[in-house]
């Protein structure tokens, strides 16, 4: 009998998550957390969401998954690409060194690997590039964090031929909240979006697998899901592409 649609395999997605302090109960203490939308369009894109703790993940957790999402969260350290801190600058090293050595594993395997806000600007570090630390400082009329947990608008034009443009065309707009952007540009990476006031908006990976990063966030646009859509439908081929090299490697 043929297998229904909810018995169809959904593609495991490793997010990783926050440390921050939170509150529920009669509790406030340091957690491991993660926003709700993301989970949120992970689910509704076809995927199972695997929460990953912001410290103490090895790697090999990447084994057993069809995809990681780097998420967003503070600033990344400026000493990773060799700059001091700017007054405006949080960094949480605990974080970077964790989510660095994810980054590096998925790239190692090939992993679909979508990145957002703070997720691909690590990814940007990680590479060899470096952050503009404040954009007020060389953007005084940028509306990236318009005020204090209000998200702005990024609009911005794709590179035809690239992932993003495949998945949204040649022109879109996403919620966006930052105050740091990618600067230089590692060799490895390409830009394949910029707003009008020429911010990098989306990276991808020259070779190798499905690999998106994006300054904007994509979670908080539940109407707008194509982004994780094709990261989901990129996952569920690297599994299926797995599957058989591993069968065909089994002995008869």
């Given at each position: 009998?043929?297998?229904?649609?909810?018995?169809?395999?959904?593609?495991?997605?490793?997010?990783?998550?926050?440390?921050?302090?939170?509150?529920?109960?009669?509790w406030n203490t340091?957690?491991?957390?993660?926003?709700?939308?993301?989970?949120?369009?992970?689910?509704?894109?076809?995927?199972?969401?695997?929460?990953?703790?912001?410290s103490g993940t090895?790697?090999?957790?990447?084994?057993?998954?069809?995809?990681?999402?780097?998420?967003?969260?503070?600033?990344?350290?400026?000493?990773?690409?060799?700059?001091?801190?700017?007054?405006?600058?949080?960094?949480?090293?605990?974080?970077?060194?964790?989510?660095?050595?994810?980054?590096?594993?998925?790239?190692?395997?090939?992993?679909?690997?979508?990145?957002?806000?703070?997720?691909?600007q690590l990814l940007?570090?990680?590479?060899?590039?470096?952050?503009?630390?404040?954009?007020?400082?060389?953007?005084?009329?940028?509306?990236?964090?318009?005020?204090?947990?209000?998200?702005?608008?990024?609009?911005?034009?794709?590179?035809?031929?690239?992932?993003?443009?495949?998945?949204?065309?040649?022109?879109?707009?996403?919620?966006?909240?930052?105050?740091?952007?990618?600067?230089?540009?590692?060799?490895?990476?390409?830009?394949?979006?910029?707003?009008?006031?020429?911010?990098?908006?989306?990276?991808?990976?020259?070779?190798?697998?499905?690999?998106?990063?994006?300054?904007?966030?994509?979670?908080?646009?539940?109407?707008?899901?194509?982004?994780?859509?094709?990261?989901?439908?990129?996952?569920?081929?690297?599994?299926?592409?797995?599957?058989?090299?591993?069968?065909?490697?089994?002995?008869?």
């Open positions: 009998m043929a297998s229904s649609d909810s018995e169809k395999y959904r593609p495991r997605i490793a997010l990783t998550s926050y440390l921050q302090e939170a509150s529920w109960g009669v340091t957690a491991a957390i993660l926003p709700a939308t993301y989970v949120e369009a992970v689910v509704a894109a076809g995927a199972t969401p695997i929460l990953l703790p912001p090895d790697p090999t957790v990447l084994d057993v998954v069809d995809g990681l999402i780097v998420v967003g969260g503070p600033d990344v350290d400026p000493s990773l690409y060799g700059q001091a801190p700017h007054p405006r600058t949080q960094p949480q090293p605990l974080r970077d060194s964790h989510d660095s050595v994810l980054l590096r594993a998925a790239l190692e395997r090939e992993l679909p690997l979508f990145a957002i806000c703070r997720g691909a940007n570090v990680v590479l060899g590039g470096t952050l503009i630390q404040h954009i007020p400082d060389v953007n005084p009329d940028a509306r990236c964090q318009p005020a204090p947990g209000v998200y702005g608008e990024a609009a911005f034009s794709t590179t035809p031929g690239s992932l993003i443009n495949d998945l949204l065309g040649d022109t879109a707009e996403s919620p966006c909240y930052h105050h740091q952007a990618m600067d230089s540009v590692p060799r490895a990476l390409r830009v394949t979006a910029r707003s009008a006031d020429g911010m990098v908006q989306a990276l991808e990976t020259r070779e190798g697998g499905w690999v998106l990063g994006v300054q904007f966030h994509p979670e908080q646009n539940p109407h707008d899901l194509r982004l994780f859509r094709g990261f989901v439908e990129a996952a569920a081929n690297y599994r299926n592409d797995h599957t058989a090299t591993m069968k065909a490697m089994s002995p008869a």
